[in-house]
């Protein structure tokens, strides 16, 4: 996860919180990306409550509590984890409250870990694991099998840009595409984040990028 800001005013939700102003307005916020794994204009798209309504009303409409997830993660989400780290939200530190790591070699696994003490980041880490990995069902293991080809797939991409960086300084195009990739519009932008927090070479070349709110 990453920040995101949302927009304000609030729109007027009247009867339902499913309508295309809704949508509209949560794709811009959200950069037409899952707010939890982070992929970029996913196949299948909900409008999701951050915290479940369960028949509350005010909950159900309020402009706050909505937020944009792939069908995937939602699933997951449902009604269970409720108390997540809210990425609209500066001072829940998504950014920083947990570590992301993936090695970008074929069949590897997302590491997350939790950098901070609370219920929150333990929470949200156990939501990331069993949407990037878990195998509760066969269908989601498979969709969490694709949606980590993804990610290998954007990282691959990101480590050549940096190779390239490298070997063509004075190219101003490659240093264009770093801070795309490490802008919060880009998929998989926290993975991207951490592989510059966790180089010293590359967190002093690039770590004004990183905390930019774009």
Same mark, same amino acid.
């Given at each position: 996860?990453?920040? $995101? ?20 307005r949560? +794709? ?10 982070? +992929? ?14 369960? #028949? ?19 699933d ?35 590491i ?13 880490? +156990?939501?990331?694991?069993?949407? $990037?990995? #878990? ?8 969709? #969490? ?12 991409? $990101? ?14 195009? $490659? ?8 802008s ?26 990183? #905390?930019?709110?774009?």
């Amino acid at each position: 996860m990453v920040y $995101f800001e949302k927009s304000q005013p609030a729109p007027t939700i009247r009867n339902t919180h499913n309508s295309q102003e809704i949508l509209d307005r949560l +794709e811009v916020d959200f950069h037409n990306k899952c707010y939890i794994c982070e +992929e970029k204009e996913p196949e299948n798209i909900n409008i999701e409550h951050f915290v479940s309504h369960q #028949g509350d009303n005010q909950l159900r409409l309020d402009w706050n509590n909505l937020f944009l997830s792939c069908r995937h993660c939602n699933d997951i989400k449902s009604t269970k984890y409720d108390n997540l780290l809210n990425c609209t939200v500066l001072s829940d530190c998504v950014d920083t409250a947990i570590h992301y790591y993936c090695s970008p070699m074929p069949k590897e696994k997302p590491i997350f870990k939790v950098l901070v003490s609370s219920d929150k980041a333990e929470e949200t880490k +156990e939501l990331l694991e069993k949407c $990037f990995n #878990g195998e509760h069902t066969a269908q989601k293991t498979l969709e #969490g099998s694709n949606l980590r080809s993804s990610l290998l797939k954007e990282l691959r991409v $990101f480590q050549n840009l940096l190779f390239d960086y490298y070997e063509n300084k004075d190219n101003e195009y $490659f240093l264009i595409k770093i801070k795309e990739h490490l802008s919060n519009r880009s998929a998989f932008t926290a993975f991207k984040r951490w592989i510059i927090r966790d180089n010293q070479v590359l967190n002093q070349e690039f770590k004004q990028y990183i #905390g930019e709110i774009t």
